[in-house]
């Protein structure tokens, strides 16, 4: 229990100091308590976070979807301090590219979770980061993850484009993309806003 009295005694000296809101996030926030305690244990921290009478909301970020527990979900939608609000890591939407980046869900997978997160808590706001371009990407491949963007409406989304020089095929502008990836190799970043329009915090 050593971790978790670190982590209360902290929260406390920030509502002392007049914070009035903490975020948790970590590389994989969802799986808090899995290496100390043999389960995860995200849902019960943050039970223990909301004692502190001066913290007014409480957020978590970066969410693996797979590690999302229906425990968890239940602390969002009954604990007033915690913000309806979660940071999906998803990435891609595409069966072959998401294994392909080792990631542990299938489309319908993400599909779910993001339609039970809605069923739940409805006014949860959802926000993502997807990467177009990945080596390898094909154009069918990279239709079908903007279908599914303009089809989960995230609340926020933020973009990374990769120039993948000679081997990407994937945009619409390929062309014209090869061509800029010869003179450089790193990446963009572009951030929108969905058709969905939800508070990221709640009102006290």
Avoid at 176 to 197: E, I, L
Wanted: proline content about 2%.
């Amino acid at each position: 229990m050593f971790r978790w009295n670190v982590f209360l005694n902290e929260a406390r000296e920030l509502a002392e100091q007049g914070v009035k809101e903490l975020i948790l996030v970590a590389q994989e926030t969802t799986l808090y308590g899995k290496d100390l305690y043999g389960e995860k244990s995200l849902h019960k921290l943050v039970r223990e976070f909301v004692i502190f009478s001066g913290i007014r909301w409480i957020r978590i970020l970066y969410c693996y979807p797979e590690e999302i527990t229906d425990e968890l979900i239940e602390v969002i939608k009954k604990e007033p301090k915690v913000c309806h609000y979660l940071d999906l890591p998803i990435q891609h939407a595409n069966d072959t590219i998401l294994k392909r980046m080792g990631r542990r869900t299938t489309k319908q997978e993400l599909v779910n979770i993001v339609e039970k997160l809605r069923s739940e808590i409805p006014d949860i706001c959802l926000r993502t980061t997807l990467i177009t371009g990945f080596p390898g990407e094909t154009a069918e491949q990279h239709e079908e993850l903007m279908q599914f963007v303009d089809e989960m409406e995230f609340d926020r989304l933020g973009s990374l484009y990769l120039f993948a020089g000679r081997g990407y095929t994937g945009s619409r502008n390929a062309g014209a993309d090869r061509r800029r990836s010869k003179k450089k190799t790193g990446r963009q970043r572009s951030w929108n806003c969905s058709r969905r329009s939800h508070l990221t915090r709640r009102k006290t």
